[in-house]
């Protein structure tokens, strides 16, 4: 009720069984010991696969606002996207 989670008649027991069972799995969980864990943020070990950032040539502001449909004051101009409330 306090969720205000729409379920058909009959849902609720196939919802309670598996909240059970991620509550047991939850148990079991909190059941080892992760003492000597590290924190840590990543489970698996990420290798950056991107190249280093390093200033190369590039176009002038110019050179990329020449194709641009719209350009104000050396900014490209798009249209707006906030929906209206």
């Known amino acids: 009720m306090l969720a205000r989670i729409g379920l058909e008649p009959g849902d609720e027991e196939f919802y309670a069984g598996q909240l059970s069972g991620i ?3 939850i148990d079991r ?3 080892l010991d992760t ?3 590290p924190p840590t943020a990543q489970v698996v ?3 950056s696969r991107l190249r280093e950032d390093e200033p190369r040539p590039s176009l002038t ?3 990329a606002l020449a194709n641009a449909p719209a350009a104000v004051n050396g900014s490209f ?6 929906e209206e409330t």
């Open 29 to 31: 969980l909190q059941q």
């Open 45 to 47: 070990e990420i290798a």
């Open 77 to 82: 101009r798009v249209p707006s996207i906030q």
């Open 35 to 37: 003492e000597d864990i």
């Open 23 to 25: 509550l047991e799995h």
């Open 61 to 63: 502001q110019e050179e």
